[in-house]
Nanobody
Framework: QVQLVESGGDLVQPGGSLRLSCAVSGRIFRPYTMGWYRQAPGKQRELVATMTSGDIINYADSVKGRFTISRDNAKNTVYLQMNSLKPEDTAVYYC??????????????WGQGTQVTVSS
């Protein structure tokens, strides 16, 4: 059974920084993509950043230059470093790991989410 547990969400002032963590337990086989998504009140869930098992990284335009996705394979943990935070970054942030549905053995797992609030 695969489980994802996020942590690191908090209340932060505009311009501040946070680092989110997502600890993954259970066995995952390549290829896969790990990512961070977010959902603000009244809005659809949107992609923030993804990293494939081959280290290909993708960012949403709204976070490029401010957010950095990374992972520590030894700790089975993926991170999202968020700098220069803006009020519009306020959302519940979700961790995901999955395999593209066009490939054999599709799967997708989600964490429970962690709240990030950017406000003065």
């Amino acid at each position: 059974q695969v489980q994802l547990v996020e942590s690191g969400g908090d209340l932060v002032q505009p311009g501040g920084s946070l680092r989110l963590s997502c600890a993954v337990s259970g066995r995952i086989f390549r290829p896969y993509t790990m990512g961070w998504y977010r959902q603000a009140p009244g809005k659809q869930r949107e992609l923030v950043a993804t990293m494939t098992s081959g280290d290909i990284i993708n960012y949403a335009d709204s976070v490029k230059g401010r957010f950095t996705i990374s992972r520590d394979n030894a700790k089975n943990t993926v991170y999202l470093q968020m700098n220069s935070l803006k009020p519009e970054d306020t959302a519940v942030y979700y961790c995901n790991i999955g395999r593209n549905e066009r490939l054999p053995g599709w799967f997708t797992y989600w964490g429970q989410g962690t709240q990030v609030t950017v406000s003065s």
